[in-house]
């Protein structure tokens, strides 16, 4: 059988299969008062800083996800094409811009390891 066009990014499966990705971080800042409030934020482990590193490097990523997500959003990842699969991974990778933390929900809920196991027929 012939190697996958996206073994870059299927390769990391075996080390996806945890229970954590990251730990959120919480910023604090010498001689601040300790009430005041600081935004945490979620640090990535090396591996799925890598990995989101890797889907850019082989541009496995959809420009237009917003919109072709839409079309997608009800199926089931086993029903979706190479073209929405790449959308639906776009989504968690540029989610996470809006929403600190959506990645390793799609991580630990198993739907990235999902995603990357259909890709590996492509």
Same mark, same amino acid.
């Given at each position: 059988?012939?190697?996958?066009?996206?073994?870059?990014?299927?390769?990391?499966?075996?080390?996806?299969?945890?229970?954590?990705?990251?730990?959120?971080?919480?910023?604090?800042?010498?001689?601040?008062?300790?009430?005041?409030?600081?935004?945490?934020?979620?640090?990535?482990?090396?591996? %799925?800083?890598?990995?989101?590193?890797?889907?850019?490097?082989?541009?496995?990523?959809?420009?237009?996800? %917003?919109?072709?997500?839409?079309?997608?959003?009800?199926?089931?990842?086993?029903?979706?094409?190479?073209?929405?699969?790449?959308?639906?991974?776009?989504?968690?990778?540029?989610?996470?811009?809006?929403?600190?933390?959506?990645?390793?929900?799609?991580?630990?809920?198993?739907?990235?390891?999902?995603?990357?196991?259909?890709?590996?027929?492509?």
């Amino acid at each position: 059988m012939s190697k996958s066009k996206y073994e870059r990014i299927t390769r990391y499966l075996e080390q996806f299969h945890r229970e954590t990705f990251g730990k959120w971080v919480r910023v604090t800042a010498e001689g601040t008062d300790e009430n005041t409030y600081s935004r945490p934020y979620f640090k990535y482990d090396d591996d %799925v800083e890598e990995f989101i590193n890797d889907m850019h490097e082989i541009n496995a990523v959809d420009f237009d996800y %917003v919109k072709n997500i839409e079309k997608i959003e009800d199926k089931a990842v086993e029903d979706l094409t190479e073209d929405e699969l790449i959308a639906k991974l776009t989504l968690f990778v540029r989610g996470e811009k809006f929403c600190e933390g959506m990645l390793s929900v799609a991580l630990r809920d198993g739907t990235i390891q999902k995603i990357l196991e259909r890709l590996k027929r492509f």
